[in-house]
C-alpha cells in the first residue's frame, strides 16, 4: 500500500511539520552528530556450544542493554507478514482506525494513540508516529476486539504470538545462565501472569526531521522487548558512552533490549538503556514491539543470589503497581522511574 495514503487519525498533516510537532531546540535529534554503530552485538542462537551464546547475551546485556539476534527460528515469512499488516492497518482512512484511539482509561485492552512530550509551559509536542497498543498473550481474551481489517491482522498476530512465546522464553533462559542462575529463574520472578503487551508503531516519512522525534527518550518499563522492524530505514537510537548511535537494521534479525525490571533484578549488572527512534525524509518506517512484563501484584526487587558484601542491593522491592504509577506519573517527561526504588547508599 502506497505511503500517501497514511493520515494521522488525531487530524495532524503528514505533509507538514505543525508547531505541535516541533520539540524544543535542546530536545531535538542533532541528526548530523549521531554515527551508525556498527558494533552492537550480534548474536547468532543457532552457535555451539551454546555457552558461546550465553557468553555473548550476558556481555550484551551489561555493556549495551541492547542486541540484535539471527538464527532465531522465527519464520521470516510469518515476521514480514506482521509488518505487511501493521502498517496496513495504519494506512487504513482516519475515521475506520478512530473507533481504536485511546481514552483515558488505562485499562484499555486496544488502544490506538500518540506519544507525547512537555514542550514549553503547558505544550504538549506530539511524536512524529503512530501507535497501536494490544495484548499478544494471552489473545484469547482479546483477539475479537483486534480489527477486522486488514482481513488477516487477527490471524497473522496470532500465529507470531506463539513464536514470539517461545523465543521469549528462550532468551530469559538464555539472560538467566548468564547471571549464574537457574535457567527458569528470570521467568519465576517475573511471575505466571505476566503482562504481555504488542506495539505497532508507524513513522510516516517527516518533512524536517531534525526538529521533531519518531518516539522520545526513554526506557522500557518492562522486564524485556524483542522487536521487529522494517529493513533498509534507521531508525532507532541507543546511548553508548554518553553518545547517541545509529543502530543500523540487519535482515531477518529481532533487536532484543533489557527493561527496567531486568535491570533491578539482575541489581543493575544488566542495563536497561535509553533510546528514541528518528524519522526520515523520504521512507516510511514500521516496527512491531512485543514488551515481557511482570503482572501488578508481583514483587521485583534484586535476586537474592546475586548479593553478597561486594554487591549489596541497590533496589528497594517493590510491587510493579507501585512502578506503573510512578511510570504513569511521569508521562511527557523523560522518565526517571528506576531512580525512584534505588536505596541510597
Request: with cysteine.
Amino acid at each position: 500500500m502506497a505511503t500517501q495514503t497514511f493520515h494521522f487519525t488525531n487530524g495532524s498533516s503528514h505533509l507538514s511539520l505543525s508547531p505541535d510537532h516541533v520539540l524544543p531546540q535542546e530536545q531535538r535529534p542533532n541528526l548530523t552528530q549521531t554515527p551508525l554503530l556498527s558494533s552492537i552485538p550480534v548474536i547468532d542462537l543457532s552457535e555451539q556450544p551454546s555457552a558461546s551464546v550465553v557468553d555473548k547475551v550476558s556481555k550484551a546485556c551489561e555493556e549495551y542493554g541492547f542486541f540484535q539476534i539471527i538464527n532465531h527460528g522465527v519464520p521470516r515469512e510469518l515476521c514480514d507478514g506482521v509488518l505487511a499488516v501493521v502498517a496496513a492497518f495504519f494506512e487504513l482512512p482516519p475515521e475506520e482506525k478512530a473507533r481504536f484511539l485511546a481514552t483515558t482509561d488505562r485499562t484499555q485492552q486496544v488502544r490506538l494513540f500518540n506519544y507525547y512530550v512537555k514542550g514549553d509551559g503547558e505544550n504538549k509536542v506530539s511524536m512524529w508516529s503512530e501507535c497501536f497498543g494490544h495484548l499478544w498473550h494471552p489473545l484469547d481474551q482479546t483477539l475479537h476486539l483486534l480489527p477486522e481489517n486488514p482481513p488477516r491482522y487477527r490471524e497473522i498476530i496470532a500465529e507470531y504470538a506463539k513464536e514470539i512465546g517461545v523465543l521469549m522464553k528462550r532468551l530469559l533462559r538464555l539472560i538467566s545462565e548468564g547471571l549464574g542462575l537457574q535457567q527458569d529463574c528470570l521467568e519465576k520472578k517475573i511471575g505466571d501472569s505476566p503482562m504481555c503487551r504488542a506495539q505497532g508503531n508507524y513513522y510516516p516519512p517527516c518533512p524536517n526531521p531534525e526538529l521533531t522525534l519518531g518516539l522520545n527518550v526513554h526506557t522500557d518499563m518492562s522486564a524485556l522487548t524483542i522487536v521487529r522492524q522494517s529493513e533498509g530505514v534507521t531508525g532507532l537510537q541507543v546511548i553508548k558512552d554518553g553518545h547517541w548511535v545509529a543502530v543500523e537494521p540487519i535482515p531477518d534479525a529481532f533487536v532484543v533490549n533489557v527493561g527496567d525490571q531486568i535491570q533491578v533484578l539482575s541489581n543493575g549488572r544488566y542495563k536497561s538503556v535509553h533510546h528514541r527512534a528518528v524519522t526520515n525524509e523520504t521512507r516510511k518506517r514500521v516496527s512491531m514491539a512485543t514488551f515481557y512484563t511482570p503482572g501488578k501484584d508481583t514483587v521485583i526487587g534484586p535476586i537474592r543470589d546475586l548479593i553478597d558484601e561486594q554487591h549489596t542491593p541497590l533496589y528497594r522491592e517493590y510491587y510493579f503497581s507501585e512502578f506503573l504509577e510512578e511510570f504513569f506519573k511521569q508521562e511527557g517527561a523523560r522518565r526517571m522511574v528506576t531512580e525512584i526504588f534505588e536505596l541510597k547508599s
